[in-house]
Each structure stands twice: as C-alpha cells, then as structure tokens.
C-alpha cells in the first residue's frame, strides 16, 4: 500500500542543523515513521535539548555535535555513526546560515562563513556519509536549498550563491552516486518561521512582526511556511513515494516562485 512507502522503520537518518527550526521539525517526522534519528548540530546544548525531547516522546535519537565546516568532524561523526549503526539510509544536509548583506557591505569573513556552513558542509558531510550509504542498500540524501538558490534575492548576496551552489551540486552528486543506488535531491523552502528567518529581520533592523507579515502576504496561500511544512517534503523525498526522483528540486514556499 501506498501508506508503506513513506515507512523508514529502523532505517538510520542523519539531520544537519538539527538543534531547532527545519532540522529540528524534519528529525521529529522522520522518528515518527520509524527512523533512528542522528541529530548534528554545532550547538551541543540545544542538540542534546532536542534530543531529549525527542527521547521523551519514545522515538530512538542520538546527539553529535558536529560543525559542518570540519573535515575533522565530518569524519568524527561519520565513524561514530559507522561503529554504533553500520550504514545510513537519510542523509538531510540542512545546516546553513544567512547574512543579509550585498556584496559592497559583505566582509570576506562573512562571504566565507555562509558559504562554508551552507554549501562546503554539504560537500564534507557527504563525503564521509555517502560510503556509509553505499556499503548498505543506498539511501536517499536531501540537500536545503532555496527559493534563492533559484532566483535572486536583496540583499543576500553570499546566501543566493550558496544555495545556487546547492542546487547544482545535488545534480552532480545525482549524476556520481545513482550507480549505487543513493537518490540525491534538493529542497527549496520559501520563508519559513525559523529562528534563522527571525535573525533576518534583525540583520535588517525591521520590526519583526511586520517583517514575517511581509514575507507571507504576497504569497498565493497567503502564510508563511512552517518548519513541519518543509519536513514533510524532507519525507517525501527520503521515501519510497519519491523513489524514481533523483537530481532535482522540490519547491515548498507556498507558491512564492509562481
């Protein structure tokens, strides 16, 4: 049946960025279906927090800490999950970061920390899992990308080229890994109500409130995203149901692009 496709029973899943937000949301569903849950996050205190709390609810998580932008930890991390778990089925590289700047009032640290976290991490992490994923049945890995990662946006210069940079490399991943049956696609969210969305409207020293209000308001479905809207097309795309899709983008933005 069709309600057995979206099933990860005692499949491993691995979430970037895990701590809170769309990591957070993503980690939660994929337990919900039977998935053992690893957790990486740079926050080791709000990692084990939501770890916990997932525990709490009886689903089967585990926390590392992990900074994406170390070759050292991507490994770390991929050994520690190798020991206690052998191979890995998900791979969610969501972890990423956003300064709202363009580029005349970009510093170079800065250009450098948002494309390291958001799309250097996506290469590393990979790198490290993808033998995982091979060694066993192959697997499914979703790459965050962005409406930005498809058009460009104000004032977001180093966020727009990461994503872009994103997008393109979930193809070329697609192209290497399909041999051995590893699935590699990318997920677009539009505005989202994260804490990453929230810093936004700080960096640009807006009102919050007004700042969500506008980036709903000219949507067709007329609201912002929810961390759990994006999750679910995470689902989707780790899931049998998506199973002959390989290299693309699934747009989830409440009909923003259109």
Not at 58 to 81: A, M, N, P, R
Not at 123 to 135: E, G, T
Request: charge should be negative; hydrophobic fraction near 40%.
């Amino acid at each position: 049946m069709e309600k057995d496709y979206i099933q990860l029973k005692d499949k491993v899943s691995v979430v970037t960025g895990a701590a809170s937000g769309i990591g957070y949301a993503t980690a939660e569903l994929l337990a919900e279906v039977g998935s053992k849950v690893i957790l990486l996050d740079i926050d080791s205190e709000k990692g084990n927090q939501a770890a916990q709390n997932l525990r709490d609810k009886g689903y089967q998580v585990d926390f590392l800490k992990c900074d994406v932008t170390s070759s050292h930890d991507c490994q770390h991390v991929s050994e520690e999950i190798n020991r206690k778990y052998g191979n890995v089925y998900v791979l969610f590289n969501n972890a990423g970061i956003i300064k709202r700047k363009t580029v005349v009032d970009l510093e170079e640290a800065e250009w450098d920390s948002v494309i390291n976290v958001s799309l250097k991490g996506v290469y590393l992490l990979s790198k490290y899992i993808i033998p995982l994923m091979a060694s066993g049945e192959g697997g499914s890995i979703i790459n965050t990308g962005s409406g930005w990662g498809l058009k460009g946006g104000d004032k977001a210069a180093a966020y727009c080229a990461a994503k872009a940079g994103v997008v393109n490399l979930t193809k070329a991943m697609a192209i290497d890994h399909g041999p051995q049956n590893i699935r590699v696609n990318c997920i677009c969210p539009g505005d989202t109500d994260t804490p990453l969305l929230r810093d936004e409207a700080k960096q640009l020293q807006l009102d919050e409130g007004a700042f969500l209000k506008d980036s709903a308001i000219d949507r067709p479905l007329a609201r912002l995203g929810t961390p759990r809207d994006i999750a679910k097309g995470v689902l989707f795309l780790a899931s049998d149901l998506s199973s002959w899709m390989t290299g693309t983008e699934l747009v989830v933005d409440g009909g923003g692009l259109a």
